[in-house]
């Protein structure tokens, strides 16, 4: 364990920021713990993965809009989701590029679908960037100030290992149920 901690100290800059350039929220939150324990430093941190989670939105952003037709064969499958994507814009406007980085399964997702339409580029990196902000701010200060309670849910685990597939099978379970229910056909409900 203290191995671990000690190359995570070492090179784990380097790790949050490849890991916040697709996401990142699980760096972030352990970027956050160690930073609690001293192991890392908490604004470096925050910075480092509000630079890579912006530069990655980005980068999905111009290759969703310069790339369509490759983009186009990837949601052939997933027509649904790219029209639920698209009534999210449409719902809750710019806002839901800033609400999307706290919901697992639609932050690439919307970000590629607002790349297919002719959304204004500097428009989504204002929003993008103020949504990456945000989010490091509150994920990494969330995970220092409750560091603590975090790393005693981690003892806990590592006492009674069947709780994390059970909790990660219960939180996928519920984000699936939750995906389908809102991407379902209309003529389904009838």
Same mark, same amino acid.
């Given at each position: 364990?203290q191995d671990?901690? =000690?190359?995570?100290?070492?090179?784990?800059?380097?790790v949050? %920021? +490849?890991?916040?350039l697709?996401?990142?929220?699980?760096?972030?939150?352990?970027?956050?713990?160690?930073?609690?324990m001293? *192991?890392?430093?908490?604004s470096?941190s925050?910075?480092? !993965?509000?630079?890579?989670?912006f530069? #990655?939105?980005?980068?999905?952003?111009?290759?969703?809009?310069?790339?369509?037709?490759? /983009? /186009?064969?990837?949601? *052939?499958?997933?027509?649904?989701?790219?029209? %639920?994507?698209?009534? +999210?814009?449409?719902?809750? #406007?710019? @806002?839901?590029?800033?609400?999307?980085? %706290?919901?697992y399964?639609?932050?690439?997702?919307?970000t +590629?679908?607002?790349?297919?339409?002719?959304?204004d580029? @500097?428009k989504?990196?204002?929003?993008?960037?103020?949504? !990456?902000?945000?989010?490091?701010?509150?994920v #990494?200060?969330?995970?220092?100030?409750?560091?603590? !309670?975090?790393?005693?849910a981690?003892d806990?685990?590592?006492d009674?290992?069947?709780?994390?597939?059970?909790?990660?099978?219960?939180?996928?379970?519920?984000? @699936?149920?939750?995906?389908?229910?809102?991407?379902k056909? *209309?003529? =389904?409900?009838?």
């Amino acid at each position: 364990m203290q191995d671990m901690l =000690n190359n995570l100290s070492t090179y784990g800059y380097i790790v949050l %920021f +490849l890991y916040s350039l697709g996401g990142g929220f699980v760096a972030l939150l352990g970027a956050g713990v160690l930073s609690f324990m001293g *192991k890392m430093d908490l604004s470096i941190s925050i910075a480092v !993965a509000f630079a890579a989670n912006f530069l #990655g939105d980005t980068l999905m952003f111009y290759f969703s809009r310069y790339h369509k037709r490759e /983009m /186009m064969e990837y949601f *052939k499958k997933h027509r649904r989701k790219l029209a %639920f994507s698209h009534l +999210l814009l449409k719902r809750n #406007g710019s @806002w839901i590029i800033v609400v999307k980085k %706290f919901i697992y399964g639609l932050k690439t997702l919307v970000t +590629l679908a607002i790349g297919l339409t002719k959304y204004d580029f @500097w428009k989504f990196s204002a929003y993008n960037a103020l949504g !990456a902000l945000i989010w490091a701010v509150v994920v #990494g200060g969330g995970s220092y100030v409750f560091g603590g !309670a975090l790393i005693k849910a981690y003892d806990m685990i590592v006492d009674k290992p069947y709780l994390a597939p059970v909790t990660l099978i219960v939180i996928g379970g519920l984000t @699936w149920f939750y995906l389908s229910a809102a991407t379902k056909d *209309k003529k =389904n409900k009838k």
